[in-house]
């Protein structure tokens, strides 16, 4: 068990140096699905499917189409750089070593007295069962009905993301001359 | 996409089982894993291979873009009408104990009790999730519609 953790964690760092590095755009696309599919491979090992479901649908599949979508706007190849960025090197160094920092005082996984075991999960466990009159799925029942409005307010998010898309890029025949005169004023 | 014979043939094949699995997904997620959100975006990558593949005017006439306009805002009013008729019911915002009731939900039949409808907090999960499935199937459609559309304008 210990060796597939090690093989796809080593495989995602792989990957995501590989995406950093290369310069065909097409490639790296690419390379960010298999990222996330092997990301979704991981969370089902971690025991969360609904996670992995979403990562590899999400991910792998629509953002994957939408980047592959966008690219078809611009080039295919990233802008070769002169300089050698020391400062952001430097900043993301930091950045990261502070974050190793601190999950120094974090409980090791699957630690039975890490907080996240103790409260609230037993008396949601224990509680779902009756309150929900035999509903087995405890992550659906935290989600839908003790957590109903925070869901709502998820819904809500997707729909303004939507309705936000919709605005930018929608090209209406009755808007589209107006859209074609502000795009010459960008250019 | 539609020229090459390998790619048509197995994106036929898969689409259906695509859906079926969405649907699995959404209905099945009160005693699995899954639920409205992943059904949703398994349902909109369904139609969004189908437009990949025989072009995105194919993919409009399945699912017309004024129809999936609608369902965004549809999905939204579904998960806070359930809450509002909870409400309505006597009870608080998203309560579904108000839902309780005793139509068809424990037949017995033969010696084994069927549960026909769902009930209670059943059936506000259920309902929330719909409109959940609802909502992200059409805002990712949408998304693809308005990203393909801006490149077939600009060739």
Known sequence: ?187 | MNSFPIIRIVSKLLIPYILLFALYVQFHGDFGPGGGFQAGVILASALILYGLVFGLPAAQSVAPPWLIEKLIALGVLVYAGTGVATMALGSNFLDYDALEHHFLTDVTWGSQTLHVLPSGQHLGIFLVEVGVGITVTSVMLMIFYCFAGRNQSSE
Not at chain 1, 155 to 164: K, L, M, N, W
């Open chain 1, 1 to 187: 068990m210990i060796y597939i953790d090690i093989i796809i964690l080593t495989l995602l760092a792989v990957t995501a140096v590989t995406v950093a590095r290369i310069r065909d755009l097409w490639a790296a696309v690419m390379f960010t699905g298999i990222y996330s599919f092997i990301g979704a491979s991981w969370m089902l090992l971690l025991d969360a499917p609904d996670v992995a479901f979403t990562e590899a649908a999400v991910g792998a599949g629509i953002s994957t189409v939408l980047m592959l979508g966008t690219l078809a706007l611009t080039n295919k190849a990233e802008k070769p750089s002169t300089s050698v960025p020391v400062v952001p090197f430097l900043v993301v160094l930091g950045t990261g070593a502070a974050l190793v920092y601190g999950t120094l005082d974090m409980p090791h996984f699957g630690d039975p007295e890490a907080p996240v075991h103790q409260h609230p999960n037993p008396s949601f466990v224990e509680r779902s069962q009756p309150d929900m009159h035999g509903l087995p799925n405890v992550v659906t029942a935290v989600l839908a009905s003790y957590r109903g409005y925070d869901t709502l307010g998820e819904t809500a998010v997707i729909f303004t993301a939507g309705i936000g898309v919709l605005i930018i890029l929608r090209r209406d025949k009755r808007t589209a001359p107006d859209e074609h005169s502000s795009d010459e004023v960008v250019t």
